[in-house]
């Protein structure tokens, strides 16, 4: 077994159903805290796939996290878990100190010391893979150079703060204890499953209900945009020929400014689903209120991941997008599922 972190989130899951799309694969042991960007509709394929066991609980959780490492005696863990939106940070930093740098300090001190105990074997195959962002490295000006892993850490918002700290935990770990690590720092990641609070669903949800797609600012800040499937295919490359305690920037290759990432859904769905008024969902764009601190540029050197281990990104921002865009017209039950509400009634059911 594996036993992955967050893997009812957006990146999460998408990592658990590519990993068990492969038949020979692992069984994988997910441990999933279900706040409100977890949800098990993403995984309702896996219903009756024994190879899935999904626990609901905290990372921060000692007890429960050591009773899963001796029951299930994985062999690596993937910590996805964490609050990842930079815009609820702002507004409440509290759970973002709590689950990515407390719940990661808990879950490495538990996976150090069932590691520690393990047989010499075991011991040398186990990984600890901690899945981190391009955001640590704070804000590029328009002319600097991409970031590279040796970029010094400067970051701005309490959500890249948090994950920061525990990139130097995990760091930490290896250099002190020994502890097998790698770690991956990613660009802006979207795709299927992705919840409607970041920028790519909100928007293409957004134009299909007739709302303003809201741009904060002037539209111009950059980011670098990876298709998560991407991401989950640099994981596993990692997670298998990572070299220990070395980190890989992972990236799409794909700088886009937020004004013509939304104007390329508008015109993507002005193809697939036009407005019943024949007009361009580009009419729906409304400039808002900047988000404060708002870092200006992020871009990704992914040389190294290609140049150790040989990895690229499958798709380009075109194929990507497209994928994406006809993913959430094609899934209409998800989505409304997530908008109404009720992919927290299981929660509700289960542990009222
Ligand atoms: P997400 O918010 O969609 O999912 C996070 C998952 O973690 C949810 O299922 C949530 O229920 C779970 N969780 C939260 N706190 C927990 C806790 N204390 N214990 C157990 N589970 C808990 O996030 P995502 O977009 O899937 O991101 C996954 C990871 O990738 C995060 O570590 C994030 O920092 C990193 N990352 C994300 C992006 C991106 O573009 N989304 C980019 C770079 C890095
Ligand atoms: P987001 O998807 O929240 O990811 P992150 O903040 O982690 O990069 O935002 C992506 C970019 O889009 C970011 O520059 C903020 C911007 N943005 C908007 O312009 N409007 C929005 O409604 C949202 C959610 C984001």
Redesign the pocket.
Not at 8 to 12: D, K, V, Y
Not at 31 to 35: I, P, S, V
Not at 80 to 85: K, N, Q, R, T
């Given at each position: 077994m594996i036993l992955v972190?967050?893997g009812?989130?957006?990146?999460?899951g998408n990592f658990v159903l590519d990993w068990l799309a492969n038949p020979r694969a692992e069984g994988i042991v997910n441990?999933?805290?279900?706040?409100y960007?977890?949800n098990l509709a993403t995984l309702s394929s896996l219903e009756h796939d024994i190879r899935h066991q999904f626990v609901y609980g905290?990372?921060?959780d000692t007890i429960l996290v050591t009773k899963l490492l001796q029951e299930y005696q994985p062999r690596a863990i993937v910590n996805?878990?964490?609050?990842?939106?930079v815009d609820r940070s702002i507004h409440g930093p509290a759970e973002f100190i709590q689950?990515n740098i407390v719940?990661t300090f808990n879950l490495l001190e538990c996976a150090r010391e069932y590691w520690s105990n393990l047989n010499a074997d075991m011991k040398k195959s186990f990984r600890f893979h901690h899945?981190?962002?391009d955001e640590v490295y704070g804000s590029l000006t328009p002319s600097a150079s991409a970031f590279s892993e040796t970029n010094p850490y400067e970051p701005n918002s309490p959500y890249s703060a948090s994950?920061a700290a525990s990139d130097h935990l995990v760091r930490a770990w290896f250099h002190t204890y020994g502890f097998p690590v790698v770690t991956t720092n990613?660009?802006?990641?979207y795709g299927p499953y992705h919840?409607p609070e970041k920028l790519i669903p909100l928007a293409i949800l957004n134009a299909l209900n007739g709302k303003p797609l809201p741009i904060y600012g002037d539209g111009q800040q950059i980011r670098d945009w990876l298709y998560v499937g991407d991401h989950c295919s640099a994981i596993r490359e990692v997670l298998s020929r990572g070299k220990l305690g070395e980190t890989y920037n992972i990236g799409g290759w794909n700088e886009k400014a937020n004004i013509d990432v939304v104007k390329a859904i508008c015109l993507i769905l002005n193809e697939l689903k036009p407005r019943s008024d024949g007009r361009s969902y580009v009419e729906q764009i409304t400039f808002v209120r900047d988000r404060p601190g708002h870092d200006r540029r992020y871009a990704i050197d992914a040389s190294k991941v290609e140049r150790e281990l040989g990895w690229r990104p499958a798709k380009t921002f075109d194929t990507g997008i497209r994928k994406t865009v006809q993913w959430y017209l094609d899934n209409p039950v998800w989505i409304e599922g997530v908008v109404s509400g009720t992919y927290r009634d299981w929660l509700q059911k289960q542990y009222s």
């Open positions: 972190t967050g009812a989130g957006f990146i999460g441990l999933d805290k279900l706040t960007a977890g905290d990372i921060g996805f878990a964490a609050e990842s939106h689950t719940g899945v981190s962002t994950k990613c660009s802006n990641n919840f």
